[in-house]
Nanobody, 123 residues
Framework: QVQLVESGGGSVQPGGSLRLSCEVSGAPGGFFVFNIVNWHRQVPGKERELVATATTRGTTTFVDSAKGRFTASRDSAGKTGFLQMNSLTPEDTAVYYC??????????????WGQGTQVTVSS
């Protein structure tokens, strides 16, 4: 079963940095192309919001407060997605989810979601 797996979350002090990774698991033969990588976040009591996206067109950060601090990216081979988060603040605390479009020979292009990774920013 093809799945997305986030990693790199954890606890960090304000002003610190984290880099989240989003990897594809379960692709038959290990061959796949991660066409689009989206990063979302959600805090309790609030709706999930799209934070940043990396596509073949480039990268976009959608949350105003994260612009200049958060950058989504894909490696050149389209195998891994990343979210670089700098100058973290407590307001960035959330569960961060990766979603994206993944192409595999068997299934073609399919959208997937990861399980999420917790990011906690506190003193």
């Amino acid at each position: 079963q093809v799945q997305l797996v986030e990693s790199g979350g954890g606890s960090v002090q304000p002003g610190g940095s984290l880099r989240l990774s989003c990897e594809v698991s379960g692709a038959p033969g290990g061959f796949f192309v991660f066409n689009i990588v989206n990063w979302h976040r959600q805090v309790p009591g609030k709706e999930r919001e799209l934070v940043a996206t990396a596509t073949t067109r480039g990268t976009t950060t959608f949350v105003d407060s994260a612009k200049g601090r958060f950058t989504a990216s894909r490696d050149s081979a389209g195998k891994t997605g990343f979210l670089q988060m700098n100058s973290l603040t407590p307001e960035d605390t959330a569960v961060y989810y990766c979603s994206g479009n993944v192409w595999t020979p068997r299934l073609g292009s399919v959208d997937y979601w990861g399980q999420g990774t917790q990011v906690t920013v506190s003193s």
